[in-house]
């Protein structure tokens, strides 16, 4: 029997409000740093102030929060000037406030901070009114906050759709829009959501959105196709959202057309038999990958590298690809996905045939219509083979090197990267 749509989101929403515990633990950690911060800038006599930003600030953060987001404003008079030094001018601030900060390169450098578990980022940007006063782009990201506690303002019940949202975009491995991720970003998903208006309508109108749709929510161009042909197009994406404060800004330029069509099909099959099962995020673990039928699966456990979280990702996600890249030169057909969760091992693993290849294997040369000299090259080369006709191509048989994948992923093991589980040998 299909379940109540209506039912299971008013069970999601319970499990998507943080505990009034770890509220209250996370709002006076928050006072505290911003208490700590704004004693140690005024006794320096710098004029700025920090504040707290990303989902704490917007209050659409989730359970189990694990980083704060936070901004230094400096004077926009005072240090306009200064653009290119604020990092500097932030840094023994930082450090006579917190112990282990760690200085990382950005568009602005920015600090991180570990805190009691959790994470704390620290930007220095310049206070701006708007985005034409920007000197980096990274002054623009408190504007960000400012624009949706404005639409809460109008309708105070979309912070709780938003985290509905967020919930179900992230347990469908469609949330994060890391380079290796190439999902959806925070900061798109309430833009999606504040535009539909409700978590259900989100899902209704992704299930059928088609690609180059262009969401502008405050109508800063004529018409789609006018927003779309003015962006950059390096910046083009599937889906087209354009930045409530910055017009020329594609916020979803990060987003890929797998996680777009995987986000399609998420929204179908819910809309289809909801389930409170679309909210709860599950951690892989090889255990619990799944074999597939005459298939060979093969699991490898990849040990992270060390770095911040996004270049470690794109690292991790960089061997996966060279290992699925040598799969296909050895004309081996196979499915492959990979897994990782900061702080943790990542997880390759990769469904294969489980009948051998051939001994040998066919190697073309030039079209019958090439050159003769390139011939006779391709002739002289294999001349210990026999060289024959393969359609409209030259061609010789050679031995593989490989006939069973296994032996192929054997030769890349190493102390960072090892097979873990066989199964269906």
Known sequence: MKADASKVLASAKKLIVPSSAEAKKVSATTLEIIAKVNSALKKKEISARLIIGGSIAKNTWLPGISDIDAFILFNYKKYSEWSDELSDIAEPVVRSCFKNVMRVHGSRDYFIVKLDGLTLEIVPVLEIKNHAEAKNITDSSPLHIYWLKKQFAKKPALATEIRLAKSFFKAQKVYGAESYIGGFSGHVIEILTCYYGSFISLIKNMEKIEPKTVIDIMKHYVSGRIAFASMNESKLSPLIVIDPIQRERNAAAALNKTKLMMLKTSCSKFLSNPSLDFFKEVEVIPENIPEKKNKKLIIFEAKPYTGKPDVVGSKLFKKFTE?????????????????????????????????????????????????????????????????????NRFAVELPRKYRDPLELLKTIENKELKIIIIKNK
């Open 323 to 391: 290992i699925k890249q040598m799969l296909v030169d050895n004309e081996f057909k196979f499915e492959g996905d990979w897994y990782w969760k900061k702080t943790k091992n990542a997880l390759f693993w990769f469904y294969l045939d489980t009948d051998l290849l051939s001994k040998k294997k066919l190697h073309f040369g030039p079209p019958m219509t090439a050159k003769k000299e390139d011939i006779a090259k391709f002739k002289a080369k294999w001349k210990k083979q026999k060289v024959f006709k393969q359609g």
